[in-house]
């Protein structure tokens, strides 16, 4: 059984930096493309950035590119989003995803698992 935890979300100033896990259990990071999606009120989920499961190559979403680092430990089993440079127009929820289907990386149903979101807030 798939499970994904993620944590470290919270609320933080502009310009700020925040980093967030995320837990697996039941699967392993060597063989499993993860993800970073996020959603705030009103929207839909939004692509954030992948890590790939061979080689550990990173892609982001336009809007964090730059500012925002994938990165993992496979002994921990554990994927973090170091988010720095904080804007307000990063708040949402952010979720952790696996069960990767094939490209494209960036279309959240191309992901079979999900985690149960953790929230970060930005405030001005």
């Known amino acids: 059984q798939v499970q994904l935890v993620e944590s470290g979300g919270g609320l933080v100033q502009a310009g700020g930096s925040l980093r967030l896990s995320c837990a697996a259990s039941g699967l392993t990071l060597r063989r499993n493309t993860m993800a970073w999606f996020r959603q705030a009120p009103g929207n839909e989920r939004e692509f954030v950035g992948t890590i790939m499961w061979d080689g550990g190559r990173t892609y982001y979403g336009g809007t964090v590119k730059g500012r925002f680092t994938i990165s993992r430990d496979i002994a921990e089993n554990t994927v973090y989003l170091q988010m720095n440079s904080l804007k307000p127009e990063d708040t949402a929820v952010y979720y952790c995803?696996?069960?990767?289907?094939?490209?494209?990386?960036?279309?959240?149903?191309?992901?079979?698992?999900w985690g149960q979101g953790t929230q970060v807030t930005v405030s001005s």
């Open positions: 995803a696996a069960g990767f289907r094939g490209s494209p990386y960036g279309e959240a149903t191309q992901y079979n698992f």
